[in-house]
């Protein structure tokens, strides 16, 4: 009886950390993962420009900040802490003007080879460090009605993911990253278009594959 006992007691004690979610990334498993956030943009050349105009025509053209992302990635873990991936989105921001119907809109695809390794973990709880290194296509200034301008841009960014698992195979994540990304002179033009600054992003990852 005293044996059936001890048994049954480290059996209860053992059953929640085998069922806990570990928020682990193992050797040799693969994520797939989608994220949406809002994004900063530097912008400081069409900025300008969008000021000349005010002060010239009476326009009232906002700032052109503000962007909104998407992404989805691909990622295999080559260790338990470091892994490799493939990311790919849409960037998209608009100024309007506030005394008319105008506004000129800039828009990107970024497609990004990035990596990443493990910062800390406990239990549920992730934190990692990303990096990415790939180009902006389609990256472009328009105004519609007026025309626009586009080319390919290299993008590089830096950035921290914090992760919650909520079950074993599924994530909840928020990143927070720092993107250098700039249309230089597109198609001759006499300004930049800087797609640089930061973004924040939340979404989901999938898990599969591995030794957990």
């Known amino acids: 009886m005293k044996r059936a006992a001890l048994a049954l007691t480290l059996l209860a004690i053992g059953a929640p950390a085998a069922d806990a979610a570990l928020a682990v ?29 005010d002060a010239e025509s009476g326009s009232r053209f906002e700032d052109l900040h503000r962007a909104w992302e998407g992404s989805a990635d691909v990622r295999y873990a080559l260790t338990d802490k470091f892994f490799l991936g493939l990311e790919g989105g849409v960037l998209r921001a608009r100024a309007r003007d506030r005394g008319s119907a105008s506004e000129v809109r800039v828009s990107g695809v970024p497609v990004v ?29 328009e105004e519609p009605g007026s025309g626009k301008v ?63």
Do not use: C
Request: glycine share 16%; proline share 3%.
């Open 25 to 53: 990334f193992p050797a040799h498993s693969v994520s797939v993962g989608a994220r949406g956030g809002l994004a900063y943009l530097s912008m400081s050349d069409v900025n300008e420009i969008l000021r000349l105009r």
């Open 113 to 141: 080879l990035e990596g990443g390794f493990v910062v800390d973990q406990s239990n549920e709880v992730s934190v990692r460090a990303l990096a990415g290194l790939g180009v902006l296509a389609g990256a472009k200034l």
């Open 150 to 212: 586009d080319g390919t841009a290299f993008l590089g960014y830096v950035g921290a993911e914090l992760e919650v698992r909520v079950t074993p195979a599924l994530g909840l994540t928020l990143q927070a990253l720092a993107r250098s990304a700039m249309l230089a002179r597109p198609d001759g033009s006499p300004y930049d278009v800087d797609f640089s600054g930061g973004a924040a992003r939340a979404g989901i990852s999938t898990y599969w594959g591995g030794g957990r």
